[in-house]
């Protein structure tokens, strides 16, 4: 039972209600802007949480009002006991979902649905073959979109995640919308953001505005209607008239959603970061190991949260080179 709510509402008033847990910082895939080239800093098992230290700390969590459990990596469905967190996390009073590549997700229907998930975001950042295993530096296209046609027809409601960068593959806007036409999907355009390692710069991002531009001179200004906002919503979305999917943007870089954030995020090592943009983080392992209370620290991650992005401000070049965040792959998107 939720006894004391209270802890998990920030000094702006924003209830920190859903978590977002990294379960590994490995991938199976190395997609330029959230994979640093030259990799990521490979340490010992011992630093990162177990599957039952994670099950511990998530419960800590769900005792103090968390409703809603997202599973994040890095690859989630690489992580060795996935199975085993899947199950147990569909144990407590929380909707659990998870962002994944796709690569694994064959693997993994049956203990998805035991765990009772019904929604999934997948990322897919170009509808052509050699363009996607290049922005991933691996071949698994196929797998990928034959595993979403999986998805789908078990019944989940997938969420397609596309990074939008400048040059890359913000010519195919038009095309995955067309996907919506007759496929229950929903796509979000994702304004490519910066973080250490990922060659980010202002000319890259293509913006909300510009998506939108591009879909209007698509579809005609009568061609897609916008849907009504969800609380704590990170994309706008809209949707073609009777097509069966929908679509959104999530403009992280030119117009964030701090204020409704709901979002705490546990890394795969333990840390609680209390926006994806903090370089402050609280070490919940550490204190989990040396059986010391976690409600104290986790009280002061939610207090210590910036209104808006960090504090960093705007987004531009000499803040992205300025940016000391760890890599996207590190935090857990
Ligand atoms: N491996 C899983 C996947 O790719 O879906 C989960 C982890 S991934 C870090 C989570 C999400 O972060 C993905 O949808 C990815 O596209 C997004 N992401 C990674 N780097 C990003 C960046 N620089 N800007 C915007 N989104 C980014
Ligand atoms: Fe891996 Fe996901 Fe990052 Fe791509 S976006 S490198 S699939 S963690």
């Known amino acids: 039972m939720n006894s004391t709510p209270q802890h998990i509402v920030d000094k702006f008033g924003r209830v920190h209600d859903y978590l ?152 195919e ?43 209007t001179a698509h579809y005609g200004e009568n061609g897609f209607y916008q849907l009504k906002d969800k609380p704590n919503r990170t994309s706008r979305c809209f949707k073609l008239a009777n097509s069966k999917g929908t679509f959104g943007i999530i403009s992280s870089v030119t117009n964030p959603f701090c204020d409704t954030c709901n979002r705490i995020r546990l890394t795969a090592d333990g840390k609680i970061k209390n926006c994806l943009f903090s370089n402050d983080e609280i070490d919940l392992l550490s204190l989990h190991r040396k059986k010391l209370p976690l409600l104290p620290a986790i009280i002061d991650a939610i207090q210590s949260k910036d209104k808006k992005r960090a504090g960093l401000g705007e987004f531009n070049d000499k803040m992205a080179e300025k940016l000391q965040n760890r890599s996207m792959i590190t935090i857990g998107g």
């Open 173 to 215: 806007i038009v095309d995955f919308i067309e996907w919506t036409k007759k496929t229950p999907i929903h796509v979000r355009f994702i304004e490519f953001m910066p973080f250490d390692g990922n060659k980010w710069n202002w000319e890259k991002k293509v913006s909300f505005k510009e998506i939108l531009q591009q879909v």
């Open 20 to 171: 977002r847990i990294s379960l590994t910082e490995r991938c199976n895939l190395r997609c330029f802007y959230c994979m640093p080239e030259e990799g990521i800093e490979l340490r010992d098992k011992s630093a990162f949480m177990s599957a039952e230290e994670l099950i511990d700390i998530a419960k800590t969590f769900v005792s103090l009002g968390v409703k809603k459990i997202r599973l994040t990596g890095g690859e989630p469905l690489i992580k060795k006991n996935a199975a085993f967190i899947l199950r147990e996390l569909g144990k407590l009073p929380v909707e659990v979902t998870l962002t994944t590549n796709a690569v694994n997700v064959d693997r993994f229907i049956d203990v998805m649905k035991e765990a009772g998930i019904k929604s999934i975001n997948v990322s897919l950042d170009s509808l052509k073959e050699e363009r996607f295993n290049a922005i991933s530096r691996r071949n698994y296209f196929q797998k990928i979109t034959e595993n979403i046609d999986l998805l789908l027809e078990n019944g989940f409601h997938v969420k397609l995640n596309v990074v939008v960068i400048r040059g890359t593959n913000d010519d």
